[in-house]
């Protein structure tokens, strides 16, 4: 059952609209799943030390945070993204429109693990085997991301130091789309002047 915050159609074609909408916990599970089979295979098929991959793991992450904040500043809120038919606003703009709907807070999942698998082939070709280590991190982090995403729009903040998170996306949404920009630390909000 629909609530009413859910009801926003993207495309006519039931097919589409049906694989237009995620499950957030099996998207984000599923890229923990294969953040974790890369690094495995880095350690055991291609022989590289834990310690080494574990530094690239959070090379990883450090990369997926920034690449965070610059995309959804300077692609997803590029110019008037909320204007007509566009990618953007199929994958943004509807984001903003209904915040809260729980199957639009992640990409569908196959279009998630192609992704994913895309960005794996590419740190291959780049990094060689080193991919084997910042792939996971960085696939970690965008999960890792996914998550936190998926508890500020489903839950109520936490008591604790956690909650800035939430105030800060909330302020996103709410009060100042040209502000607060990272979701998972307003590190590089900080940084580049865009903390509220």
């Not at 994958?91 to 915040?99: Q, Y």
């Not at 995403?149 to 302020?171: A, D, E, G, V, Y």
Request: with cysteine; proline share 6%.
């Amino acid at each position: 059952m629909r609530t009413p915050n859910q009801g926003k159609r993207l495309f006519k074609n039931p097919v589409l609209e049906w694989l237009s909408r995620s499950s957030a916990p099996l998207v984000i599970s599923s890229l923990f799943i294969v953040a974790l089979a890369v690094f495995c295979l880095g350690i055991f098929q291609m022989r590289i030390s834990f310690w080494k991959l574990a530094f690239l793991f959070l090379v990883g992450l450090v990369l997926f945070s920034l690449a965070e904040y610059l995309i959804h500043r300077f692609v997803f809120h590029d110019g008037d993204y909320k204007a007509g038919k566009s990618w953007k606003t199929k994958i943004h703009a509807i984001h903003h429109d209904i915040p809260t709907d729980p199957e639009r807070l992640t990409l569908p999942l196959p279009v998630a693990l192609f992704a994913s698998f895309l960005v794996f082939f590419i740190f291959k070709i780049i990094l060689g085997n080193l991919a084997f280590g910042v792939f996971p991190g960085f696939i970690s982090g965008y999960a890792f991301y996914l998550l936190v995403h998926f508890l500020i729009h489903t839950r109520k903040p936490p008591q604790n130091h956690l909650k800035i998170l939430w105030r800060n996306h909330h302020i996103h949404h709410h009060l100042k789309e040209d502000k607060a920009y990272g979701v998972t630390t307003p590190f590089w909000d900080w940084v580049f002047g865009t903390l509220p």
